[in-house]
């Protein structure tokens, strides 16, 4: 194997056990086969564009190319031009995908689940970085800044990472950087040929590495030894890595759940309102005779930073057989049980199950997990709502206004919690509050003069097409403006709630859907909705509706309501097993591998295309990468070739007057023992006399084939006929040649005149200028389509053609004469075979 070849499969190597570090980020890790097989094709194309040659910056442009013709495969052939050369919808779509990816990767927590997103950022990363790295490291031939794209691949996973095993990763990314550095050491030191061999062995002597060979690992063995031994002494540092992935949350959890940074939801949800068409989400049918109080709940937005509302972090258990009952609900609240099924449409992928609030009892299939301070269900590895059919029994909890009036203040932790806003939340917000439930006497009519406000009193316009706010300021211009959607008005009263002094958060889900002929319930892309809820001790986290013109206005909130105290059911008894507690047992407590998403963006039903389904499989990735590359070299295969035969002949001239007697032969023409032509200088050995004159007519004969050729590709096809002299007359005549340019054609046929006939070959200096000068000059004298043709389609390459024929021919009769000789070869009887 040649030091080049050598050198790019170091550095591949290198590159993908620098990205292993990635591994422990990401769930399934099969992504990184798909990396390192477009990395191997990758490579191959940097190989071949060397093996050309062609220019260094060619090269990178070359296998850049590639790069984006394999990630077009992958992640957008759908989108391209014979599924093969990206457009703008490629473009398009691959920013769609990043995007995706960025979002996933702040709303997961490690290991993220392998959507098509975070499949494109990883696998894409380690291409270019796999790029950066052999075009430092193979085309440029300077493999120590190669370590830079390295490190920085390797940086990014450990600050992701919870650091439990990042010495591992290191050990690996370090190893595969000092294989790297050694392999162009050895590349670099075989380039002076026997100056550092040392003297021979004896025979029978001891083998093993010279002296420089044993000092590059001695040095490199150090370098691993101390970068292992300094991250381990105690330097200062920076806690949390990069988006803080291993970090700590805002809530009241202290497990297992996960942290993640939630993605304002205003402009996705507006766009699932804004919808030409109303496509049904979910279909459900119920027990309860009242539709217009059917809310499905997703997720709970508790955490309020001044700008948005996401979820805390919670710590998330197996699924409860029995769900609790809800926090602060007495017994003698009327309630009654209902019982909804629901089936969810096979493009609707979501994360948290849409259920009643509170629910007591899920029936459901896949990996679900419990998240108890919410009394949410959230998909564990990959699970979805896609298609899924489950079964939920729920609490219609029908309060008073009389009881609601009459609540008791609420725990202090619960208000502790529920009540916090930020010292950022503009002072208008807690202003306009007390102005707007001046007068009341207890937080019932402060919440409902509040929600009447926004609702009714207050002026406020119901649009989805107001452009949405952010930043602290956003809901003082929402209570300026007094335009917006559901996630405005349940935004600004559930923060205007909490400067009140009642405990308060946002739920997202759907508001209840249009019934049906056949009794089914159907909720739509457009019943997307966000509500805030209020607690009161004894009842419970309470919806209002402060959206005018969406949902229903709760009965509790209207004068007329009456007070009916007698429960319907029994309060459902708290399991011990059940019960939410701030500390996971240890048979429910979840890993680091769970996940929480944000809340809004999470309600609005994602498109199939979008979502990470499993992948595509590995073998039609491999073909169609296959395909995509034969479709790519099959054109220009003639032109490659033509430049490589060009390369290895005049590489052959150049080293002509070294293989004289005494000189190393140079290559052959089909390339087999060639040395690299940028390999430095040549190492001239010790070979037979008979062997350099065989060489001399070698070199010379491929420079005049060299010439004929570049003459055909010009248009002067060869006449074999002619003697080396007249061929060089007729392409002096034909090509109009001047007379310096003539004595160069007549140089080269006189060479291989003198090699042919004379007695002792003798080897011509500066044969491969002349062949170079003669291109120039008829390259000069044709047209510019005549130009093209002799690189893109040259005429000589029908030598290829040949040559294989040729081949199978000499293969064909070697076979044959083989067969001949086992058909006469004596049986063991004493006969020739029959």
Known sequence: MSGRARLTLCSAAATLMASCALLPLVDPATWILQAAFLLAVQSGVGAAARRVPLARPLTALAQTLATLVLLTLVFAREHALAGLVPGPEAFQHFAGLLRAGADDVGRYAIPAPLSDGIRLMVVGGVLVIGLAVDTLAVTFRNAAPAGLPLLALYSIAAGLSDGAADWLWFLVAA????????????ERLSQWGRVFGGAPRAPGGPTGPVAPVRTGRRIGAVALGVALVVPLLPLPSIDGGLLDGAGTGVGAGTGSGGTISAVNPLVSLRDSLNVDEDRTVLTLRTSSGDLSDLYLRIVSLDDFDGTTWKPSKRNIIAVPDELPTPPGLRPDV??????????????????????PYPPSRVEVSGNWRYEPVGMTLVGDHDQTTRGETYEVDSLEVRPTARQLAAATEAPDSLRREYTEVPDSLPAVVARTAREVSEGSTNDYER?????DYFAVTGGFEYDTEVEVGSGSDAIARFLRDKQGFCVHFSFAMAAMARTLGIPARVAVGFAPGSPQANGSVAVGLKDAHAWPELYFEGVGWTRFEPTPTRGTTPTYTLPDTSGITVP????ATRSADAAPSAEPSASTSCSADDKKLDGCSSALPLDQGEQGGGGTPWYRIAGWSLLGAAALLLPLLPMLWRLRRRSVRLAWG??????????SPGPREDGGGQPDVDAGPVVLLDVPSHEAAEAVVLHVLAVW????DTAWDYGIAPDDALTPRRAAERIVRLGELDEAVARSVHRVAGAVEQVLYAPQPRPEAGLADDVRRVRVALRERVSRRTRLRAVVAPRSAVRAVWD??????????AWRA??????RRPSPSGHEGG
């Open 804 to 813: 294989l024929t040729d081949r199978w021919t000499a293969v064909k009769a």
């Open 818 to 823: 083989r067969l001949m000789t086992l058909a």
């Open 705 to 708: 084939r060299e010439l004929t």
């Open 334 to 355: 009327q309630r009654s049980k209902i019982t909804t099924r629901v089936s969810a449409a096979d493009w609707y992928a979501q994360d948290w199950l849409p259920m």
């Open 654 to 663: 150049r080293h002509a007057q070294s293989a004289a007697p005494g000189a």
């Open 447 to 451: 919440a409902v003069k509040l929600q």
């Open 175 to 186: 190893a595969g950087y000092l294989m790297l550095l050694l392999a162009e050491g050895r």
């Open 568 to 571: 319907e059911l029994p309060e």
